[in-house]
């Protein structure tokens, strides 16, 4: 039979039938194309609310995360406070509100006459999310990009991030728990040449006390800022003696790039600063949540962010790529170079670096070249740290660093042992301690139990923290005595901050401590009783090596209670003690106090402490106690021994 001409060789579709179906998928093309990807009329924003609706966007947590949504009571609040960060009149505590005022300035036409710049380069971030969930729609947005922040992108040409830990500084308020920020490296360019991101609150000149309630209650601002993190390095190591980890993160190039969009909105946006949660540590974590979905980092911060927590979140979360980088401070690289050299190394060290003596002379007086070379290092980062700390005019540090380096030139390659690397501080206990105990107090069996939210005392596993730190928040105790089912307050510190810095020839810091709670103390019957205490001093300390820190301080004590004779005391008081750390697992500590009480009710209080902690693991150890107190013709001694656990 002869073939059709409807039907061709291969045993293909019939020609007309393969021409109707074309015409059949064009014409639903036609008809159902416009509704769905594009608009050119009113009619068409509705569409694209419609859809952000059904998709319940404003339920999504992400866009939580964008917004800085937290969970409050039925609703939600934005921990942002600035009013320029919302575009709808509620859109603080209306996610719903707030999504569809964003959709509908994103629709609008771009006006280059505008004082403010367009909705999609206000938000980016947003933008590109919602634009990611409602498919074709999208292209009916008239603006669908922000040149203004390609251009930072393309010049920055992201690559990779850091987490940045600049250790503990607790002569400085706001960092005593450390702090966070970030560092984007750039494809093929160094970590110095990187740039910071950085939370910090605005605080200008404040006196102590004023500086310390407005940081507690919310009464600074704080803003995202981005610099060289070169600038950084010089202002923790260099200036305030900071040590500096660097965790590198995992993000990819989409991660990257979300992170920095949503960087870029809260350009120049604040929030209100709280130190012990709404701060450094907390708002980094919405950058990270930002760059990968469902992450939900800040949603898992504890009540009170502390800035190595980041770190162990980050962790957590699986954004770190390998161990962190260590970089000491300037202060830690001297202390090095100095543990190599004898009295007299030290000391002609410290005379080149103050011009006293020419640098040739290491070279006359120290046989060795290894020593010649270290004692010239010694004096050039001896000259350098007194510059920064503005002791040297620039002109006589140029001058005189010059010569330095021009005798260090001299002597060739003299390779000198690395800085020895510390325990990196995520390697430290949690912050957070329950301790449960029992012993002999005044001869009456006791039980104790205890409990701090934060953060670190002289009575935990040293690991990870500084050692001559200590900060205690809300640390309370209580005693039940089981021979008379007596409960008892034991003690609570409020606040509890130690600082030993010990002074040398080079840093001469001042050691310091202030303190306020309540705890027990002798009555004038010698029975014991509940007062309120503050006390506060200070003085000096010196690191004697593998025996510890040995510190002296003068205080002044003032203590209220019921029990005594005219209500109250006050005087001064001098304080002494020994701490050691003989091995990582082991602390031990000895401290004598006496105080005179010459105002209110007159008298002498004596106290001795003998304390020891044996780590067991990183968030458990036993901590032992011997306690006695002298109140004038009375006498106390408690002996305790306690089981810590941190979390």
């Given amino acids: 039979m002869g073939k059709s001409g409807l039907q061709n060789t291969k045993g293909e579709a019939p020609l007309v039938f393969r021409r109707g179906f074309s015409f059949f998928c064009c014409l639903i093309a036609l008809l159902v194309l416009p509704g ?46 600035d009013p320029n960060f919302f575009l709808a009149p509620d859109g603080k505590t209306n996610p719903k509100a707030e999504l569809l005022a964003d959709v509908r300035a994103f629709f609008q036409s771009w006006d280059e006459d505008a004082e403010k710049p367009h909705a999609v380069c206000r938000f980016p971030a947003r933008f590109a999310w919602i634009a990611s969930q409602i498919g074709c729609l999208a292209s009916a947005f008239p603006v669908r990009e922000c040149p203004r922040f390609e251009k930072i992108y393309a010049a920055m040409a992201p690559d990779s991030a850091v987490l940045i830990f600049p250790s503990a500084h ?12 970030l560092a984007v490296e750039a494809k093929g360019q160094g970590r110095l040449l990187a740039s910071a991101v950085n939370y910090s609150a605005v605080t200008g000149r404040t006196w102590g006390p004023i500086f310390a309630y407005k940081g507690l209650f919310g009464g600074y601002n704080g803003y995202f800022s981005m610099l060289p993190y070169y600038d950084k390095i010089q202002e923790y190591s260099d200036v305030s003696h900071r040590d500096m980890w660097e965790y590198p993160l995992n993000l990819t190039p989409e991660e990257l790039r979300r992170m920095l969009l949503h960087l870029y909105e809260l350009d120049n946006i604040y929030s209100d600063y709280f130190f012990i949660d709404e701060n450094c540590a907390f708002n980094l974590l919405y950058l990270l949540d930002a760059a990968r979905p469902g992450a939900n980092l800040a949603g898992q911060c504890p009540y009170v962010a502390v800035p190595v ?24 690289r001297i202390e090095h170079l100095r543990n190599g ?28 070249l290894e020593k010649q070379a270290r004692v010239v290092d010694l004096a050039a980062e001896t000259a350098s ?27 060739g390659r003299q390779d000198s042992p690395p800085v020895p690397e510390p325990a990196a501080p995520d390697s430290g206990h949690l912050s957070s301690k329950v301790w449960a105990g029992g012993g002999v107090n005044d001869g009456e069996a006791v039980c104790r139990l205890g409990w701090r939210p934060l953060f670190h005392g002289f009575d935990d596993n040293p690991k990870g923290y500084e050692k001559g730190a200590q900060i205690k928040v809300l640390n309370a105790s209580v005693d039940y005595f089981p021979e008379k089912g007596r409960v008892d307050l034991h003690q609570v510190d409020v606040l509890d901050i130690f600082s030993l810095a010990p002074r040398d020839a080079v840093f001469k810091p001042l050691s310091w401590r202030v303190e306020t709670g309540f705890r027990q103390m002798i009555d004038p019957d010698g029975s014991r009783g509940a007062a309120y205490v503050f006390n506060m001093g200070g003085g000096i300390s010196k690191d004697l090596g593998p025996l510890g820190l040995c510190y002296a301080l003068a205080e002044a004590d003032f203590a209220a209670t019921p029990g005594w004779d005219m209500g109250y005391g006050a005087g001064p008081g001098l304080r002494t003690g020994l701490l050691a750390d003989p091995a990582p697992w082991l602390r031990l500590r000895l401290e004598g106090k006496g105080t005179c009480y010459l105002l209110g009710d007159d008298h002498t209080a004596l106290t001795g402490l003998m304390e020891s902690v044996i780590a067991t693991s990183q968030n458990t150890g036993f901590h032992a106690q011997a306690l006695f107190q002298r109140s004038r013709d009375f006498a106390n001694t408690e002996l305790n021994l306690s089981f810590q656990i941190y979390f």
């Fill in 36 to 81: 769905l990807c594009i608009a050119q009329s009113p009619t068409d924003l509705e569409t694209i609310i419609d859809r952000a609706l059904a998709e319940k966007l404003h339920q999504n947590p992400y866009w939580h995360v964008l917004l800085h949504y937290q969970k409050q009571g039925s609703g939600f609040k934005s921990r942002v406070d």
């Fill in 170 to 181: 607790i002569n400085s308020p706001a960092s005593m728990f450390g702090h966070t920020l």
């Fill in 309 to 332: 927590d980041t770190i162990r979140l980050a962790e957590k979360g699986g954004f770190l790529d390998g161990p962190p980088a260590y970089r000491p401070s300037k202060m830690t």
């Fill in 341 to 368: 050299l004898s009295g007299k190394e030290k000391k002609q060290a410290l005379e080149i670096a103050q011009g006293e003596a020419p640098p040739e002379s290491a070279v006359d007086k120290i046989k060795t």
């Fill in 385 to 411: 740290y007194r510059y920064t700390r503005k002791v040297l005019s620039k002109e006589d540090y140029t001058q005189r660093y010059r010569s330095i380096l021009a005798a260090r030139s001299g002597l």
